[in-house]
């Protein structure tokens, strides 16, 4: 599913318009009838008024159409314009003369002293309709409107918004000065990044998009787009039968060293639930037997270390790529998990990222060790997916972590195009950057994630599909999203307090069984993925 800022969607409404020749009016009166019936669908048991509380501009005009239907269905409907009846212009004109044909009374809030009087009528009220502000908002909403804003957050009734809650950023999810929480937001056209991205998908509540008849044929060159359950079913590698493990690929882990066994022994279990047909685990010597008792279905490659580190060593290149061409059967590489920063680590990982031409996910101590060194992966001999958390994005980028996370999206695919690598910042709403300039965020995950190894499991997930043959861009999408998923899946059943990594594993087979069924019904706050045709 495209994701959109607020100047492409202007563009995409001007577009429809001036280029398609679709009326305005008809753009508007399809939002509003579609919010009409989405507001019936999402409260059917509605009690008492329903309060519209509008602006001037064309988000106004919207909630003067929801106001209409509900008027015509014989529920009682109250309307408020946060401003003068002359200021209202245009498509909103047209809508607002509407309701005064209907009888529909509409009061005007001019000053603090016509706010109590509203405010009064709307503490009574069974539902109110946000249509002040759009997605064209971009500075602290202050004066008469923030008042406004500050005393209905404070009323008992639930807020339906009209397109974005007033008072967040369409763009980056900012709460700009202050905010209405709502409990039901339907947006139009496409999503809003700022309506996926923290904070603002705090503030959105369930969220509806509605298709106001802007052609999607407009949209296929936008580089966003939001990871969606229909998709990533679609890229889930098939299991014919007659098929034997070696059709699944081989993947070479290349992790762990002392007090970190357990990040390697997570990983290679993680592909091995993703469907890699062989797994093999490259530790340094002296581990090996460790592993060898931790792993059972994961075979072991036990390789040379630096010293007495107990970590892998410079000269573990001539063995690795030995192994690798053996039989020419070896798929994909994962590296870093657990390996440690010693100085010929990081020797070897710069070399391994840059000269092995297997597809490789270099997670962790691997990031790490490129650190002022990750220029050589513009010219990898192979395809490569970096997996930083925002620490690690801070120190390969010679960032702070709060910087990393103040411009995340920005930063991600800036990074990507940089090193020419497929970038998975991670973090709530995970992104996903390509080196052509595509970006995809997540929508799957919840804080049970912020667990130590739930990394190393994600790595895992992404090796075992990139063994399997998907392009890392589809790797990377599908292993976090179903990273995400299988947290939800335990949350549900559990709740979020006490989920460790390897409960994302214990659950995985029931959790993909049921998604790629599609029978596994979303969780508390999912995003509504329900394209609604006007």
């Not at 602006?55 to 014989?74: C, E, I, Q, S, T």
């Not at 900012?174 to 503030?203: F, M, N, S």
């Not at 592993?291 to 580190?309: I, N, Q, R, S, Y």
Request: charged share 20%.
């Amino acid at each position: 599913m495209k994701l959109v800022t607020a100047s492409t969607m202007r563009e995409l409404d001007r577009r429809a318009i001036q280029d398609l020749g679709i009326p305005s009016l008809v753009l508007m009166e399809n939002a509003g009838r579609t919010t009409y019936r989405i507001l019936r669908r999402e409260f059917p048991d509605l009690h008492g008024e329903v309060a519209v509380v509008a602006g001037r501009g064309n988000n106004g005009g919207d909630g003067f159409v929801v106001a209409r239907y509900l008027a015509n269905a014989g529920i009682p409907v109250a309307v408020f314009l946060l401003g003068s009846r002359d200021q209202v212009s245009g498509d909103a004109r047209v809508n607002l003369e509407i309701l005064a044909h209907l009888g529909i009374a509409v009061a005007e809030v001019l000053t603090d002293a016509d706010l109590n009087p509203m405010i009064h009528r709307l503490a009574k009220a069974g539902l109110i309709v946000d249509a002040l502000l759009g997605t064209g908002l971009n500075s602290p909403v202050t004066g008469l409107m923030a008042a406004v804003i500050e005393r209905l957050n404070h009323l008992r009734a639930p807020v339906l918004a009209v397109d974005i809650p007033t008072g967040l950023s369409a763009d980056t999810g900012e709460v700009l000065g202050i905010a209405l929480k709502a409990r039901v937001t339907v947006t139009y056209g496409w999503p809003k990044l700022g309506q996926i991205l923290p904070p603002g998908r705090d503030y959105v509540g369930r969220l509806w998009q509605v298709d106001i008849s802007i052609p999607p044929i407009l949209t296929r060159d936008l580089p966003l787009e939001l990871a969606e359950a229909r998709e990533m079913q679609a890229l889930l590698p098939s299991r014919p039968g007659g098929s034997h493990k070696g059709n699944f690929g081989h993947l070479l882990v290349l992790a762990g060293s002392a007090g970190k066994t357990g990040a390697a022994a997570m990983t290679c279990e993680a592909a091995l639930r993703a469907g890699a047909g062989l797994v093999t685990l490259g530790v340094p010597a002296s581990l090996n037997d460790i592993l060898e008792v931790k792993l059972t279905e994961a075979m072991t490659l036990p390789l040379p270390e630096a010293g007495a580190a107990r970590a892998l060593g410079a000269a573990a290149w001539a063995p690795i790529v030995e192994f690798i061409n053996e039989k020419n059967e070896k798929s994909a590489v994962v590296l870093g998990p657990g390996i440690g920063t010693h100085p010929e680590t990081r020797e070897l990982v710069a070399r391994l990222g840059r000269d092995l031409a297997c597809p490789m996910v270099i997670d962790a101590d691997g990031i790490n060790n490129l650190a002022g060194a990750a220029d050589g992966l513009k010219d990898a001999a192979g395809p490569r997916i970096l997996t930083p958390h925002p620490g690690e994005m801070a120190r390969l980028v010679g960032l702070t972590t709060p910087e990393v996370q103040a411009r995340r999206l920005d930063l991600a695919m800036d990074t990507a195009a940089k090193f020419g690598v497929t970038l998975v910042l991670k973090g709530a709403q995970t992104v996903v950057a390509a080196p052509d300039g595509r970006a995809s965020i997540n929508s799957t995950g919840n804080p049970a994630l912020a667990s130590g190894g739930t990394g190393d499991v994600l790595t895992g997930l992404m090796g075992g599909f990139l063994a399997q043959g998907l392009a890392p861009w589809d790797a990377a999408r599908l292993g976090v999203y179903l990273h995400g998923l299988a947290a939800d899946f335990f949350v549900s059943r559990h709740g979020q307090r006490g989920m460790i990594a390897g409960d994302l594993l214990a659950v995985w087979p029931q959790m993909l069984a049921e998604f790629s069924r599609g029978t596994m019904p979303p969780a508390e706050g999912d995003i509504c993925f329900t394209r609604v045709i006007s």
